[in-house]
Nanobody, 119 residues
Framework: QVQLVESGGGLVQAGGSLRLSCAAS????????MGWVRQAPGKEREFLAA????????YYADSVKGRFTISRDNAKNTVYLEMYSLKPEDTAVYYC????????????WGQGTQVTVSS
């Protein structure tokens, strides 16, 4: 599978903003869609947002609509997640993932980047 590498996580104060990046390796990167998923300690993975690679259509979970924005730069094989008005409950490991088969399931995952929001 393609290698995905997330970056941009860190510690931020509540109400602050953070921009995550996910870069894909390989000469050719043509997924159907890219998405962001997070997992907090002791909790299940939570889908956040997705974007189609060709058309750029976006979809957001209700919990992050209006606060998170997903985007991509096809030339850089990179997907981004801009997060605003961060809350302590946003604290989690954030993963990017690629869907190559339009299967509603992700085929490749990054290693994750930690986002910690302090009160």
């Amino acid at each position: 599978q393609v290698q995905l590498v997330e970056s941009g996580g860190g510690l931020v104060q509540a109400g602050g903003s953070l921009r995550l990046s996910c870069a894909a390796s390989g000469r050719t990167f043509r997924p159907y869609a890219m998405g962001w998923v997070r997992q907090a300690p002791g909790k299940e993975r939570e889908f956040l947002a997705a974007i189609s690679w060709s058309g750029g259509s976006t979809y957001y979970a209700d919990s992050v609509k209006g606060r998170f924005t997903i985007s991509r730069d096809n030339a850089k094989n990179t997907v981004y997640l801009e997060m605003y008005s961060l809350k302590p409950e946003d604290t989690a490991v954030y993963y990017c993932a690629a869907d190559f088969a339009a299967s509603a399931e992700y085929d490749s995952w990054g290693q994750g980047t930690q986002v910690t929001v302090s009160s």
